[in-house]
């Protein structure tokens, strides 16, 4: 799955010449937290709530409204914004994405075109959302369960080949590393009602041990 999939099209995106007062209001009228900043199409910033906050008056100024919207909207964005921007490509895959957020502790990424262009910016929140699809929970009528299993070669091979004997089809399977022994394997299927017991009975035979199963 790829960034490019995922990611909102077509941002908003504001000029280095704008007022942080401007920037302020377009960010609260549709609750953006962050905010592109762009140049002839080109990336040259980015503005978050914080950076905003961070230039505005404390909350227990003697300032009016008036007063404070007067001063941010002296402020032009080309002050504050940060200019070393953390990008993704557009034809990175969602975990590259995930992996530069984490690494990086940023919320949010401004997606870039082999050219250079702004095309997206893509989120923690649509990572989160991409997880809970790939894992078929708004679906429902599903059953999962994790395995632990040896590290070793053919371990795949063989827990499909019982779920194929079985007449089950896997809808999903994701692996999770524990140790340099051991890994925990997540199959996700449709639900089998009363089959289920037979289904961990011959995994468990084959020496695959059933940590935990949930119908959801």
Do not use: C, W
């Not at 007022?19 to 609750?31: C, F, L, S, Y």
């Not at 003697?62 to 001063?71: P, T």
């Not at 870039?112 to 699809?133: H, M, P, Q, R």
Request: glycine letters at 6%; hydrophobic letters at 40%; proline letters at 2%.
């Amino acid at each position: 799955m790829f960034v490019v999939e995922r990611m909102t099209k077509h941002p908003v995106t504001m000029s280095s010449d704008a007022t942080i007062g401007e920037v302020d209001r377009v960010m609260k009228k549709n609750k953006f937290h962050r905010m592109i900043i762009v140049e002839g199409g080109k990336l040259v910033g980015y503005l978050s709530d914080r950076d905003v906050m961070r230039v505005a008056p404390s909350p227990a100024t003697s300032l009016s409204k008036f007063e404070i919207r007067e001063l941010l909207d002296k402020l032009k964005v080309r002050d504050i914004m940060q200019k070393k921007v953390i990008t993704v490509n557009e034809n990175a895959t969602i975990e590259e994405a995930a992996l530069i957020m984490y690494n990086n502790k940023v919320g949010g990424l401004p997606v870039i075109s082999d050219v250079g262009a702004v095309v997206g910016i893509i989120t923690a929140t649509d990572i989160l959302k991409t997880f809970v699809n790939v894992m078929g929970l708004p679906e429902g009528g599903k059953t999962r369960i994790t395995l632990e299993v040896e590290n070793k070669i053919g371990v795949m091979a063989e827990i499909t080949k019982i779920f194929s004997e079985l007449g089950v089809n896997i809808d999903s399977l994701i692996t999770s590393r524990q140790d340099e022994k051991n890994y925990n394997i997540v199959v996700r299927f449709d639900t089998l009602g009363d089959k289920f017991e037979n289904v961990k009975s011959q995994l468990e035979q084959r020496g695959y041990k059933v940590i935990h199963s949930v119908n959801f």
